[in-house]
């Protein structure tokens, strides 16, 4: 009677197990944005869980977990349940170049599983309006003559604004003063009102501004133009060869999440990134959205640690860390 009572449980448990993950998800499912609400981020997350929604079934919640450079709220996803219900956005900031300047209690290689990549983003250097500087040469030759005093806004130590502003410093041979926010849209907001002299920020989060005529650009990281802001030039054009920063984004979820799993979740992902609506409203903000093939786990996590590769010896031999 005993063994039929305990073969009676474990047939009833399987069932459960097997009915669990067959149903999921059952419940609303939370992306974590390591990020104030408003910056470019956050604007990612609720474009694309609003449609991941659609598939998945289950309203798709974004919370803002601020600080630290957004190594806070990737902590935060990274110790959650591996149950598929907590899923961490972030980008090269948060999910690489952090890696080599924070003390942490979790490896962000290791400790997460790639679902995968969403969108890629240059940055745009950009500047309040009274800049006198007209063009990249003239901002640049701007800043030398204010070496030490011009003041650069960041989301934080080790965030895209701040690694790419210290990188913009190292090649023309100068030194800001970086102001932290806990985010870019409040920089932002505070470059439109002339508080800060200039971002290195995301085009994504200042395309709107810059079309507002808001704040003034002078420059794109990358070897081509952006669809969006078709006027402003490539650092390559612009008289700054080779500083090319792409700030890239991914969704990862805890080690041990089941593939299955992560296989609705990608599945979700490639439906929302094939919309069209989805799909004009990123390349409307300068976003780029990455190749099929880029989409699945496998490729962001094999290019998430040739990142690392690449940037931690940079980051390293720059001594960027927390003052």
């Known amino acids: 009677m005993k063994k039929l009572i305990v073969a009676a449980l474990a047939t009833a448990l399987t069932s459960i197990t097997t009915a669990g993950a067959e149903t999921y998800p059952s419940r609303s499912i ?39 450079g957004g190594t806070i709220g990737v902590g935060r996803a990274v110790h959650a349940a591996p149950d598929g219900y907590t899923l961490s956005i972030g980008h ?30 240059p940055m745009m250097i950009v500047t309040k309006n009274d800049i006198p500087a007209k063009n990249l040469k003239e901002l640049i030759a701007w800043i030398k003559s204010n070496d030490g005093k ?4 960041t989301a ?10 210290v990188y913009l ?15 870019t849209g409040p920089a932002l907001l505070d470059l439109v009102a002339g508080q800060i002299d200039l971002i290195v920020d995301q085009a994504s989060n200042s395309m709107a501004q810059v079309k507002a005529g808001k704040i003034r650009p002078y420059a794109i990281t990358s070897e ?32 041990g999440t089941p593939k299955d799993i992560i296989g609705k979740l990608n599945a979700a992902i490639r439906d929302a990134l094939a919309d069209p609506a989805v799909r004009k409203r990123l390349e409307e903000t300068g976003l780029d959205i990455p190749p099929h093939e880029m989409q699945t786990p496998e490729a962001l996590g094999a290019h998430q640690k040739a990142e690392v590769n690449k940037w931690w010896p940079m980051i390293k031999a720059a001594n960027i860390k927390i003052d």
């Open 30 to 68: 939370t992306i974590i944005v390591p990020f104030s609400a408003g910056g470019p981020t956050d604007a990612l997350a609720r474009v694309l869980g609003d449609r991941m929604r659609q598939t998945l079934g289950q309203p798709i919640v974004v919370e803002n977990v601020i600080g630290a």
């Open 92 to 121: 090269l900031g948060t999910h690489v170049v952090n890696g080599a300047i924070y003390p942490m209690n979790f490896d962000l290689v290791k400790d997460l599983q790639p679902v995968a990549m969403i969108a890629s983003n």
């Open 150 to 153: 011009a003041t650069a806004g």
């Open 156 to 165: 934080g130590v080790g965030s895209g604004s701040h690694f790419s502003g």
């Open 169 to 183: 410093g190292q090649l023309i041979g100068a030194k800001f003063q970086f102001v932290p926010y806990r985010g």
């Open 224 to 255: 081509k133009r952006v669809a969006a802001a078709p006027d402003v030039p490539t650092v390559d054009e612009a008289g700054l060869p080779g500083f090319y920063v792409e700030l890239w984004s991914g969704i990862w979820v805890p080690r």
